[in-house]
């Protein structure tokens, strides 16, 4: 089977490179657009398919790249191969300095539009600069690349670039979504909170993504400048972006989306160009209502662009070849590892320490101290004065009747939300207000009550969860490096998985039941090595059997010396896995005590089934 | 658990196996109940009992997974909240949902929204509630955001009355509020139940809920575990290990 | 720059400002309505400019035949959806007929305050009928895809412009020619009836708002989806309203912009944007906010394209930025909840 892949591959990159050879010469024309667009588009598809953020502006970058190259080249006598390196890098940094604003950390509409205002911004400059830009009449002394003589001007040869430009692309985003980096940008679209919770720090990933499409943009432009000699303009104004975000949204999230998209648009030009009567020049009136319809009717039917039925192909595929090989059964006990990961190993000590009998008594083993904790919304004080301390290697339940402020208490204690006032001690140092990202750096991350997986794979998800603990950013992705960590995250991956009893590992984690998808949750947060757990109602949902199964999963963390804070509604598993209980009432403590004491507590008792105590 | 009796006469409200489930988390397990014309009828429940989930499943806040309801003998299963409104089945939410930046009077001017043709009679349910909630009459200008919790509740009671309802469901309506607002809010339902408005109470303070009501369903884990005449269940033990655990599950 | 100067800019700046500040409201009265952020609404103030202009001069109806046009889908949508095969040849023939029906009383040499009226409804029956065919069934895909959307939608009805109007520029009577001097500036009458019809738009917009029974669920309908269908007041049906009330309002928009500055088929997106630009100064969810930000970017305007001509509307939209910026650090963090 794999030499059937291999082969299809080379047949595939036989045909791409014969081509021009086999279709009329017209198309060689064709060609190069479709790729020079799939280039850009595949950068887009990072953006809007991949990463969820929707750039109206990415024309701009192909213009900086396109007058880049050729200004410097034509007007500053720079080589001009040097020149399509110089255009990509002034796109890039335009696209940093774009993105430095913190809108980009702003989701969905205020991004989508200062990237709208920034592109029409760059459209008046290209217009305006008329004595380095040649105006709205364009730029003409484009100068040729050549290269040993060869000179590529010919559509025939010039396609050979665009290919090699089109094929990076999609090389380099094909790498980047399955590294390390890729799987935070995926992880990001899913839910930020969740993505912040294991460590991930969202803006900069975004930046590093931004900055990507943007160069990829910029060499597409500079590419374009040289194969049509001539730019204005015009060709990167905001119907230049529309273009570009049709063929990203029609691709979808894969890795060959662009490419699909650039080739379904540019054939739809050459159609309505060449069916529709010139007579009127009505063709390009038809071009832009079809953009326009194409756009509404698939958000309508698919929001999701052409990806879904294409992955259905490459399932179909990837299911006719070799399957990944079942996971060897890792051992389920959780000694210390031999290729323990040197960083933050060391702070998983008291594990150690509390399975060989002996109690944590050092300050430094304290979990979490919460002193005083406030937060309120508006005139509602959701949290008002509490405190409590979780030790090492310790179960503390947090309940309370609906409403009393746990859900709350538990976002600001995570970093999700900011305290109105008091303190957040995690192993004795402050760290009120931390983000929940710088959290999951401290050892401290959470689970969430509406399970927020991130849409990939079981094991992906828990290799997320190993993301603090491995290292490899968005250019790491993008040329393959980091191989020795992915191997390593996959195995601390695996052995979380096996820790929480899950076995379905290429299984989509958002398909699993809901009982699964909990345990899941559970283990991405193991991949982490915390030292203090945060469980927000992990056994809603599941069946009897699974409660016991994840009771008994509770105390064999406790026992390894994990701090735990469980806030749970089923009061039979709370009662029989915590050590300790706070009880929260009116966003106070009410009571605090062992399982049993809370149980008899009158307090508690009026709390919960009313004052009006019998 | 539920019992068979009180299906057989002819309920105003009748929910028949009802099945939510959120995302694959099963909420609501086949739950049925029925409330007769006049009466009191209260769900108690623990947190997560699946309370919420069946008030919203009943209203078509919340699609339901199987399961019919039927109310003064229409089937309304499919029906959405702003049409049972209409129908004179109005919800009062745990979150109140009130209009914050409006006034008093405009968010219970907006609760007879679908009435506003009959003038006269508007004016005189405007009265009456002002009436049974002098303090919402003191306010009538102040805007519904500003106001406290228990003002909050009051209003979000006194908008559900202007619609003019046969059957209204409170869900939780003593959430968050201090000891002395809870009797308050309490009273008021008694007022209405004199008036001969039905009511479907869901709480989760227990004691209160079942000394108010005629008859009591016990909710635990998305399933009727006990279904009987309030009296009855107010000496359940049943009804102390659903809210504080009947024991350890681990060994 | 001279006092009169500036007082000439002021005034043309406000002039400009009124017209961004009536886009600004129904961006916003669409915005709070259904959160979408309408890229496409600059396309109903060319909608409303051209329709009026064809409908006095009778050289093109296209404003009424998209508006019948929209009315047929809505027709189909609704019946297929309720499964009416049987009726499914009424809304295609009840268009031509319509069609049929106004290309036999072509030309039209309507007075022009009747062609406005009679725009203006054309365009919010078209805005009103996009929301039913495009913006309704995408409810629960989210802020993102109803912006894609509506940029489709921008295409599409600035291409259809084109296909019914042509590339020309088109000139609409106005109310009253000539000027007047006040305090050593002559201010023109449409200047004048500008800023008038905007203030008499307002008084309309405020009490519809503040004192119809109507206009509160409307607002309603915005501040709390679900206590609005508590109540009865289905969203749906309020989306459809406030689409029909922005479209209107920016229809109108046109009409009094077209004798100060020319009516095209591609004059919607520039203004749509410094509109949007407005309401996002004024908050992006209040009224007085949109209209003091959209009087504010026509001044900054004026005042930008005097001094430096060329980069005037650079400008204007580079204020998006700053903006959003403080918006976004003022506001919460991001990534709570």
């Known amino acids: 089977m794999r030499a059937w892949q291999a082969l299809l591959g080379v047949g595939g990159a036989a045909l791409l490179v014969a081509l021009p050879w086999l279709l009329p010469p017209f198309y060689a024309n064709l060609l190069c657009f479709i790729a020079i667009y799939g280039g850009v588009a595949t950068g887009l598809i990072l953006l809007t398919g991949y990463a969820g953020l929707v750039s109206l502006g990415q024309g701009a970058f192909y213009g900086i790249g396109a007058y880049g190259a050729v200004v410097l080249a034509g007007s500053y006598g720079v080589d001009p191969w040097l020149s399509l390196l110089l255009g990509t890098l002034l796109a890039a940094t335009a696209g940093y300095l774009v993105g430095l604003l913190p809108i980009l950390r702003h989701s969905g509409h205020y991004l989508a539009l200062a990237k709208l205002a920034w592109g029409i911004i760059a459209t008046i400059l290209f217009t305006q600069l008329a004595s380095i830009t040649g105006g709205p009449n364009g730029f003409t002394h484009v100068p040729v690349l050549s290269l040993f003589g060869l000179d590529f001007i010919d559509p025939g040869h010039f396609y050979y670039l665009t290919l090699v430009f089109a094929v990076l692309a999609v090389a380099a985003l094909a790498s980047l979504i399955r590294s390390r980096a890729g799987r935070a940008v995926r992880a990001m679209r899913s839910s930020e909170a969740a993505a912040a919770s294991v460590g991930m720090e969202v803006g900069r990933i975004k930046l590093q993504v931004f900055v990507l499409a943007a160069a990829l943009a910029g060499l597409g432009g500079a590419l374009f400048a040289y194969f049509i000699a001539f730019i204005s303009p015009s060709a990167f104004d905001l119907g230049a972006s529309i273009r570009l975000l049709t063929m990203a949204m029609i691709g979808g999230a894969h890795p060959l989306g662009g490419v699909v998209g650039a080739a379904v648009v540019t054939l739809l030009d050459d159609v309505l160009q060449n069916v529709i009567p010139n007579a009127s020049g009505q063709a390009g009136l038809v071009q832009v209502i079809a953009y326009g319809a194409i756009l509404v009717g698939l958000m309508l039917v698919s929001p999701r662009g052409l990806e879904p039925l294409l992955t259905r192909v490459w399932r179909l595929r990837l299911r006719a070849g070799p399957a990944e090989p079942p996971a060897p059964a890792a051992p389920v006990a959780a000694a210390p590892e031999p290729g323990a990961l040197p960083t933050e190993a060391r702070e998983t000590a008291p594990a150690a320490t509390a399975a060989s009998g002996e109690p944590p008594a050092a300050a430094g083993l304290t979990g979490l101290q919460v002193r005083g904790l406030g937060r309120r919304f508006g005139g509602l004080q959701a949290v008002d004065d509490l405190s409590f301390e979780l030790r090492a290697g310790e179960i503390l339940g947090l309940i309370g009747p609906n409403g009393a402020g746990k859900t709350t208490a538990f976002n600001v204690i995570s970093g999700l939300l900011p305290p109105s006032e008091g303190r957040v001690l995690l192993g004795g140092d402050d760290v009120t207000a931390a983000a929940a990202q710088r959290m999951a750096r401290r050892g401290l991350t959470r689970t969430f009550q509406n399970t927020a997986l991130f849409e990939m794979s079981v094991l992906e998800n828990v290799m997320a969860g190993c993301y603090i603990r491995t290292r490899g950013g968005v250019w790491a992705g993008v040329l393959g490096l980091g191989r020795a960590d992915e191997a390593r995250a996959r195995r601390e991956a695996r052995r979380a998985l096996a820790r929480v009893g899950l076995t379905e590992l290429a299984a989509d984690a958002p398909s699993l039941p809901v009982g699964k998808q909990r345990l899941l949750e559970v283990a991405r947060s193991l991949a982490m090595r915390p030292r203090v757990l945060l469980l927000d109602e992990p056994a809603a949902g599941l069946r009897y059997a699974e409660k016991r199964e994840l009771a008994g999963l509770l105390s064999a963390l406790r026992d390894e010396g994990l701090a735990i804070l469980l806030v749970e509604h089923d009061m039979d598993l709370v009662m029989s896995v915590a050590d300790r209980i706070v009880v929260m009432n009116y966003g106070q403590t009410l009571t605090e005590g062992t399982p049993e004491q809370v149980r008899q507590d009158p307090e508690v008792i009026a709390a919960y089934l009313g004052l009006d105590a019998a | ?251 | 720059m001279t006092m009169g100067t500036a007082l000439f800019l002021l005034v043309t700046g406000l002039t400009n400002g009124a017209i961004y500040a009536l886009l600004g409201l129904g961006l916003v009265l669409i915005y709070n309505v259904t959160r979408v952020i309408n890229i496409a609404q600059g396309e109903f103030v060319m909608l409303g400019a051209l329709t009026a202009v064809g409908l006095t001069t009778g050289e093109a109806t296209g404003g009424i035949t998209l508006a019948i046009l929209a009315g047929a889908s809505w027709g189909l949508l609704v019946l297929l959806l309720r499964r009416r095969w049987a009726l499914l040849w009424l809304p295609p023939a009840g268009a031509l007929a319509l069609w049929w029906l106004v290309r036999a009383v072509e030309p039209f040499h309507l007075p022009p305050i009747v062609a406005v009226l009679v725009a203006t409804i054309a365009v919010a029956f078209v805005g009103a009928a996009l929301y039913r065919l495009t913006i309704q069934p995408a409810a629960a895909a989210g802020e993102v895809v109803f912006l894609i959307i509506t940029t489709g939608l921008y295409l599409g009805l600035q291409g259809l412009g084109l296909v019914f109007w042509g590339p020309g520029s088109f000139s609409f009577p106005s109310i009253h020619a000539g000027k007047i001097a006040a305090a050593g500036v002559r201010v023109s009458y449409q200047s004048l009836f500008v800023l008038a019809a905007t203030l008499l738009v307002l008084a309309l917009l405020w009490l519809f708002f503040e004192r119809t029974l109507f206009g509160k669920a409307l607002r309603a309908a915005a501040m709390n989806r679900l206590g609005a269908r508590l109540v009865g007041i289905s969203p749906e049906r309020a989306g459809l309203v406030a689409f029909a009330i922005s479209a209107g309002i920016s229809a109108l928009a046109g009409v009094l912009i077209a004798p100060v500055t020319y009516a095209t088929y591609d004059m919607g997106l520039g203004l749509g944007l410094k509109g949007f630009v407005g309401a996002v100064i004024g908050g992006l969810s209040g009224y007085p906010g949109a209209v003091l930000g959209g009087l504010a970017i026509g001044v900054l305007e004026a005042f930008a394209a005097y001094t430096t001509s060329a980069y005037g509307e650079a400008i204007v939209y580079a204020l998006i930025i700053p903006i959003l910026l403080l918006r976004v650090l003022t506001g919460r963090r991001g990534a709570a909840t």
């Open chain 2, 1 to 251: 658990m539920s019992s068979p009796e009180r299906r057989s006469d002819g309920a105003l409200l009748q929910v028949e196996g009802l099945e939510v489930a959120y995302g694959g988390v099963q909420a609501l397990g086949g739950v049925s109940l029925a409330v007769r014309a006049g009466e009191v009828v209260t769900v108690i429940g623990a947190n997560g009992a699946g309370k919420t989930s069946l008030v919203h499943a009943i209203t078509g806040v919340a699609p339901k997974r199987a399961g019919r309801v039927t109310f003064d003998g229409d089937d309304v299963s499919r029906s959405t909240p702003e049409v049972l409104v209409g129908r004179g089945l109005t919800l009062v939410p745990e979150r109140r949902e009130l209009f914050g930046a409006l006034s008093v009077q405009d968010n219970l001017r907006l609760g007879a929204f679908l009435r506003s043709s009959r003038g006269a009679r508007v004016r005189r349910d405007l009265e009456r509630v002002y009436e049974i909630f002098p303090r919402l009459a003191e306010r009538r200008r102040q805007r519904a955001g500003t106001m406290s919790g228990g003002e909050q509740q009051m209003l979000a009671l006194g908008r559900a009355m202007m619609s003019d309802p046969r059957l209204l469901l409170l869900d939780e309506p003593s959430l968050g509020l201090a000891p002395l607002v809870v009797q308050e809010i309490l009273r008021v339902i008694e007022a209405l139940r004199e008036e001969g408005v039905t009511v479907l109470l869901i709480e989760q303070n227990a004691r209160a809920a079942l000394k108010l009501a005629d008859y009591g369903y016990l909710l635990e884990a998305g399933e009727v575990l006990v279904a009987a005449p309030a009296e009855q269940l107010e000496h359940d033990e049943r009804v102390r290990d659903a809210y504080l655990g009947a024991g350890p599950v681990v060994p």
